[in-house]
């Protein structure tokens, strides 16, 4: 069956450093999603990417993030000063013709630990 | 008002019991709520989803209950087995509108042998 992977699995970075986490989305799908999840805390919407455009973001996604697709295969969530709070699980998602009730597969996640 | 509020943080059940995972919503605009289940190492993965035209929804063990008046829906695990101990999320969004889903905060379900 096929699968959205990520990579890497586990990122450790210092405090002020830029950090890329890459996706793979399933291939023939055209919508893809980040969220994140803070420890203990709930799975939050990041970002949603169609058309090489983003389509929507969260208030948390501010100027220090940015997604690309950089090929026709992979897509990356930048973060270019990387702070305490950045600290979490990023899923990457994504789903085959978009809308509120399309499914969106999640990949096993990318936890950035930020010293 | 964007929340999804999910209870019990964890439950404990034993094998062949009933698991019941509530969730209530503030936005009416909700109007599609899809339940994700998450094993360790993996991401969370579509279970199950109901729309609020319907009261209930069953798949399986699986069984979505749905109180469109109480804003509250909830999970029922039917005749629960170790390989159900996961974590399970609620979501909302709104239908034919943002591609955002909004979560829960999770329930660790065990169930014992």
């Known amino acids: 069956e096929p699968e959205v992977t990520q990579t890497p699995s586990h990122q450790v970075t210092q405090m002020g450093q830029e950090v890329i986490l890459r996706c793979v989305p399933i291939s023939n799908h055209l919508y893809f999603y980040w969220y994140r999840q803070i420890l203990g805390q709930k799975v939050e919407f990041l970002v949603s990417f169609y058309n090489n455009e983003i389509s929507e973001k969260s208030e948390i996604f501010d100027d220090q993030f940015s997604v690309e697709r950089p090929d026709g295969s992979n897509f990356t969530l930048k973060i270019r000063s990387t702070k305490l709070e950045d600290s979490a699980m990023y899923f990457c998602?994504?789903?085959?013709?978009?809308?509120?009730?399309?499914?969106?597969?999640f990949g096993p996640g990318t936890r950035l630990t930020v010293l | 008002q964007q929340q999804v509020k999910q209870s019990p943080q964890s439950l404990i059940v034993q094998k062949g019991g009933i698991s019941i995972i509530n969730c209530a919503y503030e936005?009416?605009?909700?109007?599609?709520f899809p339940w994700y289940q998450q094993f360790p190492g993996k991401g969370p993965a579509l279970l199950i989803a109901i729309r609020p035209d319907v009261s209930e929804k069953k798949e399986g063990r699986f069984t979505i209950s749905f109180n469109k008046s109480a804003k509250q829906f909830s999970l029922h695990i039917m005749d629960s087995q170790p390989g159900d101990s996961a974590t399970y999320f609620c979501?909302?969004?709104?239908?034919?509108?943002?591609?955002?889903?909004?979560f829960g905060k999770g329930t660790k379900l065990t169930v014992n042998p």
């Open positions: 936005n009416t605009a909700f109007d599609y």
């Open positions: 979501a909302a969004t709104v239908q034919g509108g943002s591609e955002k889903l909004v």
């Open positions: 998602a994504s789903s085959e013709i978009g809308g509120s009730t399309d499914t969106q597969y």
